[in-house]
């Protein structure tokens, strides 16, 4: 009998106890035993391993965070620590690994399958969705919605008070989160990294649209593009108009996931296992329109992820 592992790596996403699920369901399923490893990469090198009967999962799908636990491990990017993980799989007698993260935990993966030979595929998780080779990550859905109901609740105070709001998401270098959470929830300015902007320009459209009597304002930043409390504090030296800044931050990791990241989740999970089981290594796991796809763990970071930048340019005509 097959024996396989299966860890969660780095931030915690929505669905990630769905894809857990998954994994250990469709594993046992054909017939593979299934080992968990608690707190990723670090519970890898300590041995940190546990059994996964199907019983193991009852009940989690519509869990947040991760019943593995999750954890950042700078041990595991050495040679020794990675060492330490082969040996502990070896005595365990674990044929495969599944990874579920985002690119750092692939990057680990990576370095399992070609320094270590461990037959491994990704499973990409990131509120983020960041990841090359993919549509969407578990997780992204949950967050936009997170997000877009404290926006919603937002403007009904900037509404009450003439007040301008901005608003800082989540999405280190990535303005997906921003992007679709402005727009859903009809953002009069949208800040993302992918796009140059001028503060002086959008202090100048508030105070034009002042002037017309709109008093009201919703901006929202992603993080990586710049920070909410500075730019409320910059809005409000330019128009000379009240302005509060709300930061969401990890309010948008947690939570219930939403059923497109549940179902996202679970095909995913399933189709780990099913290369796995066909003796397919070194892959990540991904969507590409409807379809559920397979690419090298290296695209994740070393491919161009693809944003739409018509819904930016949407969300801007929308606004005036």
């Not at 999962?57 to 519509?62: D, L, P, R, Y």
């Not at 954890?71 to 365990?92: D, I, M, P, Y």
């Not at 990409?124 to 877009?148: E, K, M, Q, R, W």
């Not at 989540?170 to 949208?190: D, F, H, N, W």
């Amino acid at each position: 009998m097959r024996k396989l592992t299966v860890l969660t790596s780095g931030g915690d996403s929505p669905g990630m106890n769905a894809a857990i699920r998954a994994v250990v369901r469709s594993a046992h399923y054909r017939g593979m035993e299934v080992m968990g490893v608690r707190r990723g990469y670090a519970g890898l090198i300590e041995g940190d391993f546990l059994p996964m009967p199907p019983t193991a999962v009852s009940g989690i799908i519509n869990r947040g965070g991760t019943i593995l636990l999750t954890a950042r491990s700078e041990e595991f990017k050495t040679s020794e620590g990675q060492r330490q993980a082969v040996v502990n799989l070896h005595e365990a007698g674990v044929d495969c690994l599944v990874v579920i993260g985002g690119d750092g935990s692939f990057r680990g993966a990576h370095d399992l399958v070609h320094q270590w030979q461990i037959p491994t595929v990704g499973v990409p998780a990131s509120i983020d969705n960041d990841l090359a080779g993919t549509d969407l990550a578990i997780g992204f859905d949950t967050a936009v919605n997170t997000a877009l109901e404290s926006i919603d609740r937002i403007r009904d105070t900037a509404v009450s008070h003439d007040r301008i709001f901005v608003v800082e998401v989540m999405g280190r270098s990535c303005g997906m989160l921003a992007l679709q959470a402005g727009l859903a929830g009809g953002a009069e300015v949208i800040i993302i990294p992918e796009v140059p902007f001028q503060i002086t320009r959008i202090g100048t459209l508030i105070k034009e649209g002042r002037a017309r009597g709109k008093h009201s304002y919703i901006i929202v930043v992603a993080e990586g593009a710049a920070r909410g409390l500075a730019v409320a504090s910059d809005i409000e030296a330019i128009t000379g108009a009240e302005t509060r800044a709300t930061v969401l931050g990890h309010v948008q990791r947690g939570g219930s996931p939403s059923a497109t990241d549940r179902s996202l989740a679970s095909r995913l999970g399933a189709e780990a296992v099913n290369l796995l089981a066909d003796d397919r290594t070194g892959l990540m796991v991904g969507l590409e329109g409807e379809q559920i796809i397979s690419c090298p763990l290296e695209t994740a970071w070393t491919g161009r992820k693809h944003m739409d930048l018509s819904l930016y340019e949407l969300a801007r005509v929308l606004a005036t």
